[in-house]
């Protein structure tokens, strides 16, 4: 059973890209979580998304961030015209359901974004 | 608005030792608490749980304390090894939400 998977593992990208994180869930999992890791910081929630819905984005920036979890295909986080300030590690997770008390997140190995 | 907080950001333990990583929250919707170890780069993976109707859950050397009324829980790894030094995150939910701490990083000597 593959878990949840991140790729690429590294991005590195200029001021002024466009980068995009991509995110598939366990088998079987309809619901995909944003994080972000600032260095020094916990893990920042940033769009929750159940098959092409957002259902939470109240921790993603207004500006420049959109995700989506299309019917096929894996979840996508995209920001656009990078900045040195969106330099993170950006984790995925997945649950089985929407109800934290018998569904535990899981989550990828993240994918580290770097702004030169 | 840090609604799960950590306070200490290390903790140095010796091998055989019990190890107590605490966590203090400021909301009280939250009604379901979890930990979750990190090793460096790779994510987070789920150790423990605990509902806001219990006071204690335990699994095997992991066990997690919940104190309502302080607001505040505990997990307590005895005998800690020295695979346990990892980045230990206390996290709280309600309805879809899940709040994160900053992390505890823990050292287990041997």
């Known amino acids: 059973n593959a878990g949840v998977m991140q790729n690429p593992r590294h991005l590195v990208r200029r001021r002024g890209q466009e980068a995009r994180l991509r995110c598939s869930p366990v088998?079987?999992?309809?619901?995909v979580y944003w994080y972000r890791q600032l260095p020094e910081e916990g893990l920042k929630f940033m769009v929750y998304?159940?098959?092409?819905?957002?259902?939470?984005e109240s921790g993603m920036p207004k500006e420049r961030f959109s995700a989506e979890f299309p019917k096929e295909g894996p979840s996508i986080l995209r920001i656009q015209q990078v900045v040195r300030g969106d330099s993170a590690a950006y984790f995925c997770?997945?649950?089985?359901?929407?109800?934290?008390?018998?569904?535990?997140?899981?989550f990828g190995n993240g994918t580290r974004l770097t702004v030169t | 608005d840090q609604q799960v907080k950590q306070n200490s950001p290390s903790l140095s333990v010796q091998e055989g030792r019990i190890s107590i990583l605490n966590c203090d929250y400021t909301?009280?919707?939250?009604?379901?608490f979890l930990w979750y170890k990190k090793y460096p780069a790779e994510g987070p993976t789920f150790l423990i749980s605990?509902?806001?109707?219990?006071d204690k859950n335990e699994d095997g050397r992991f066990t997690v304390f919940l104190n309502k009324s302080a607001k505040h829980l505990s997990l307590h790894i005895v005998p800690s090894q020295p695979g346990d030094s990892a980045v230990y995150f206390c996290?709280?939910?309600?309805?879809?939400?899940?709040?994160f701490g900053a992390g505890t990083i823990l050292r287990v000597k041997s």
């Open positions: 997770a997945s649950s089985q359901t929407a109800n934290r008390n018998n569904s535990p997140l899981h």
């Open positions: 088998k079987g999992h309809s619901h």
């Open positions: 998304l159940q098959k092409e819905n957002i259902i939470d």
């Open positions: 909301n009280s919707m939250f009604d379901y």
């Open positions: 605990i509902s806001s109707i219990k």
């Open positions: 996290a709280a939910s309600y309805g879809n939400k899940l709040v």
